[in-house]
T-cell receptor, first 113, second 113 residues
Framework: QQQVKQSPQSLIVQKGGISIINCAYE??????FPWYQQFPGKGPALLIAIRPDVSEKKEGRFTISFNKSAKQFSLHIMDSQPGDSATYFC????????????FGTGTRLLVSP | EAEVAQSPRYKITEKSQAVAFWCDPI?????LYWYRQILGQGPELLVQFQDESVVDDSQLPKDRFSAERLKGVDSTLKIQPAELGDSAMYLC???????????FGPGTRLLVL
């Protein structure tokens, strides 16, 4: 019940296209859903995050869509650029106990020029 | 911009040897985390500190791993003895408090031969 399932494992998108990465969770106690971006040899960096009281959050070219009833959330990268090529991780955190971040397995995105 | 510092960046050791990793969190951050990231997977929490106290070490293999944050600032993670399966990236992160954004360091890549 602590898992966050992420898909696809890898994704190739042409420059200018839309990249979509999906995540699903089971634990209804999760109340914070961040997305992290990780470049090779670097630690993950927070990209954008959402709480379940809204269905969508947009920051520049990055949008999170959140479906509370389906327990799913997704990251959309509009106008994808070669510099967006990285591994993306969704995560979730509960609002009780130790409030541990649980990460998905990651999606390796390659944006072709 | 303040960053989480980690050293060493790379470590090669033989199995049964002892290894230690060091982390200096962002100044003023009360919460410190150690994660292990196996290649192709998301980070998994090993231990979480609130100031100098351990608040979650449920996933830390305590027979061989130890962690300390004696003065509530920097932290050390130790493995003794190292095993082949310990080869991974060890990431340190910090946050102002438990519910705040986690900022990750660049990690220490460990290879056990």
């Amino acid at each position: 019940q602590q898992q966050v399932k992420q898909s696809p494992q890898s994704l190739i998108v042409q420059k200018g296209g839309i990249s979509i990465i999906n995540c699903a969770y089971e634990n209804t106690a999760f109340d914070y859903f961040p997305w992290y971006q990780q470049f090779p040899g670097k630690g993950p960096a927070l990209l954008i995050a959402i709480r379940p009281d809204v269905s969508e959050k947009k920051e520049g070219r990055f949008t999170i869509s959140f479906n509370k009833s389906a327990k799913q959330f997704s990251l959309h990268i509009m106008d994808s650029q070669p510099g967006d090529s990285a591994t993306y991780f969704c995560a979730a955190r509960g609002n009780t106990g130790f409030q541990k971040l649980v990460f998905g397995t990651g999606t390796r995105l390659l944006v072709s020029p | 911009e303040a960053e989480v510092a980690q050293s060493p960046r790379y470590k090669i050791t033989e199995k049964s040897q002892a290894v230690a990793f060091w982390c200096d969190p962002i100044s003023g951050h009360a919460t410190l985390y150690w994660y292990r990231q196996i290649l192709g997977q998301g980070p998994e929490l090993l231990v979480q500190f609130q100031d100098e106290s351990v608040v979650d070490d449920s996933q830390l293999p305590k027979d061989r791993f130890s962690a300390e944050r004696l003065k509530g600032v920097d932290s050390t993670l130790k493995i003794q003895p190292a095993e082949l399966g310990d080869s991974a990236m060890y990431l340190c992160a910090s946050s102002l408090d438990r519910q705040e954004t986690q900022y990750f360091g660049p990690g220490t890549r460990l290879l056990v031969l």
